[in-house]
C-alpha cells in the first residue's frame, strides 16, 4: 500500500496551499482518509477527517472555515485546502487511510500513513 502527499511548500502568512494524498495498492474499501499536523515537539493531531463515501467531515476548531476537506473516489485521492495560513499552522501534514473490509468472515480494519510533507507559514 502506498499514500503519497503532496503540496507542501513556503507560504506567507494569509496564504493558501493545497495538499493531495494518493493511495494506492489497498484491498478493502476506504472507510475514511484524514490529515494530522505534527509540529516540532509536540504531538501528531487530527486535523481534518472525511468517510470514504465524501458525505461526512470532522475538522479540529482551530482550522474551521480556513480547511477544506474533499475526496476524489475515482482517484482515491484526498485533498486539504489551507486557507488564511498563520504561522501555527506550520507543521509536518501527514495523511492516513483507514480501510475496512471482510476477511475470512470477520471484519477487518487497517490504517496506513503516508510519509508526510511540510508546511512552513512566514509571518
Known amino acids: 500500500v502506498q499514500v503519497v502527499e503532496s503540496g507542501g511548500g513556503l507560504v506567507q502568512a494569509g496564504g493558501s496551499l493545497r495538499l493531495g494524498c494518493a493511495a494506492s495498492?489497498?484491498?478493502?474499501?476506504?472507510?475514511?482518509m484524514s490529515w494530522y499536523q505534527q509540529a516540532p515537539g509536540s504531538e501528531r493531531e487530527l486535523v481534518a477527517l472525511?468517510?470514504?463515501?465524501?458525505?461526512?467531515?470532522y475538522y479540529a476548531d482551530s482550522v474551521k472555515d480556513r480547511f477544506t476537506i474533499s475526496i476524489d473516489n475515482a482517484e482515491n485521492t484526498v485533498y486539504l485546502q489551507m486557507n488564511s495560513l498563520k504561522p501555527e499552522d506550520t507543521a509536518v501534514y501527514y495523511c492516513?487511510?483507514?480501510?475496512?473490509?471482510?476477511?475470512?468472515?470477520?471484519?477487518?480494519?487497517?490504517?496506513?500513513w503516508g510519509r508526510g510533507t511540510q508546511v512552513t507559514v512566514s509571518s
Open positions: 492516513k487511510i483507514k480501510t475496512e473490509g471482510t476477511e475470512w468472515y470477520k471484519r477487518v480494519e487497517y490504517e496506513y
Open positions: 495498492g489497498f484491498t478493502f474499501s476506504i472507510k475514511y
Open positions: 472525511i468517510t470514504g463515501a465524501g458525505n461526512s467531515t
